[in-house]
């Protein structure tokens, strides 16, 4: 897994927690608890990804791809 995918995954998570939040103040807690799950699944893909990258890159490696990986993200 790349660190684009981490990114993306971590963006889905942030995006489930979001939902997750505001489906609790809606008082829907079987659709927040939902989108909690997805969100923590996206944590641990997350997770994944950058504990396998820390072994493949170099700090300037790491450096160039993750800097990549937030644009291409942030343009989405």
Not at 18 to 30: A, E, M, P
């Amino acid at each position: 897994m790349s660190l684009d995918e981490a990114a993306r995954q971590l963006k889905m998570a942030v995006h489930d927690a979001q939902v997750s939040f505001d489906l609790i103040g809606l008082g829907d807690l079987d659709r927040a608890q939902e989108n909690a799950v997805t969100a923590r699944a996206a944590i641990d893909a997350t997770i994944t990804a950058l504990e396998r990258a820390t072994m493949d890159m170099s700090a300037d490696e790491a450096r160039l791809e993750g800097e990549k990986a937030v644009m291409a993200v942030s343009e989405d």
